[in-house]
């Protein structure tokens, strides 16, 4: 009779489980971000009730960090935020590629632990102390000011940690840190009751969308290009020590995301596009970060080739190729011209005819 308890338990467990990934489906949610802020909500309201921080805020933070607590680096030291040793940390660590190979970032006991060393972080930071004048209940005015201080070097991580805290409806936990809003009364707890056959579809979630950088010059007309496309391995590989598949036209990048536990809007983020259903062309498609620095120091302009597809095939992020060769994102250099990688460019590439 216990083992039939225990059974029933488990699959009512399940069960449970199911219907919570089916109703944040239903709403245009990705389920993985839900358990993520179901797993660690207490833990954000318990460090704004200590230190100040919004709520909205640091769960933002670590669903973008950890990519809802999938990351390598998550999974291996507990870290939810990215903090790198620095010369003060004297904790445990762990090595990961990140801007630059085998960097030094710090490892925890707990997720309570990196929760509370982020707080630490940034209330004993000179350079975040403007934060903490700040409005507790305006998480845009936050978001924008970590960016400011230079928390993140993603020139849209202000508009990504808004984007997360309106479309998870994360303002709730402020208020319940706050006192404004009790316990159960959130918005996520309030739909986890409802029945899901009552639920309206929703739009999924879409993330803002990258400027495409494709330009053609008088002389170099689609016409003219004779692509001659690279052979890539089958499965994951790596770029840049950066992990990434080449995918086939007509793939659904829903399959890309399940196939390797990644949140969906995460794959637009990584690769720098807009939001689409399925590959347009047959692409490399990354399912990582690239990196800030590249690993070949220079790219010589083939013909067809723009900034965009450069960054891509050097697994080198667009903003870091654009400052390295004072380039703006209109901009197509010239065929021929040398593209730095690694280090400023001595000046402007010579630019495409008319540019």
């Known amino acids: 009779m216990q083992k039939l308890k225990i059974l029933f338990l488990l699959f009512a467990s399940l069960a449970l489980k199911n219907s919570f990934?089916?109703?944040?489906?239903?709403?245009?949610?990705?389920?993985v971000v839900v358990q993520y802020i179901k797993n660690y909500k207490e833990l954000a309201i318990e460090e704004m009730q200590r230190t100040g921080i919004p709520a909205s805020i640091k769960l933002a933070q670590g669903i973008h960090e950890t990519s809802a607590g999938t990351s390598d680096l998550v999974?291996?030291?507990?870290?939810?935020?990215?903090?790198?040793?620095?010369s003060e940390w004297t904790g445990m660590t762990v090595k990961h590629t990140d801007d630059a190979p085998n960097?030094?970032?710090r490892k925890y006991e707990s997720s309570k632990d990196s929760y509370k060393d982020q707080s630490n972080y940034l209330k004993n930071s000179p350079r975040y102390a403007s934060l903490f004048d700040l409005d507790p209940t305006d998480y845009k005015a936050w978001a924008f000011g970590l960016k400011k201080a230079g928390y993140a070097t993603n020139p849209k991580y202000s508009q990504v940690l808004i984007k997360l805290i309106e479309d998870y409806d994360l303002q709730d936990y402020t208020m319940i840190a706050l006192g404004k809003l009790k316990s159960g009364q959130e918005t996520l707890a309030k739909n986890e009751n409802k029945n899901l056959?009552?639920?309206?579809?929703?739009?999924?979630?879409?993330m803002p969308a990258e400027p495409e950088v494709i330009v053609y010059s008088k002389k170099e007309t689609k016409k003219d290009v004779v692509e001659k496309k690279p052979e890539y391995p089958e499965g994951e590989f790596k770029i840049n020590e950066t992990k990434v598949i080449y995918a086939k036209k007509g793939t659904s990048y829903l399959s890309i995301a399940e196939k390797y536990a990644i949140p969906l809007a995460r794959i637009f983020e990584f690769n720098e596009m807009k939001v689409q259903e399925t590959v347009d062309k047959d692409q490399l498609i990354y399912i990582m970060r690239k990196r800030k620095i590249g690993a070949n120091e220079q790219h010589v302009v083939k013909p067809g080739e723009t900034l965009s597809g450069i960054a891509q095939a050097e697994a080198l992020r667009i903003e870091s190729?654009?400052?390295?060769?004072?380039?703006?994102?209109?901009?197509?250099p010239a065929v021929g011209s040398v593209l730095y990688l690694r280090s400023k460019a001595p000046g402007m590439p010579a630019l495409a005819t008319g540019k």
């Open 103 to 105: 960097e030094c970032f």
């Open 21 to 31: 990934a089916q109703l944040a489906e239903s709403r245009g949610q990705d389920p």
């Open 75 to 86: 999974r291996r030291s507990n870290n939810h935020f990215g903090l790198k040793c620095k």
């Open 197 to 206: 056959e009552k639920i309206p579809d929703e739009k999924p979630v879409v």
């Open 321 to 332: 190729l654009l400052e390295y060769n004072f380039l703006q994102p209109n901009m197509q």
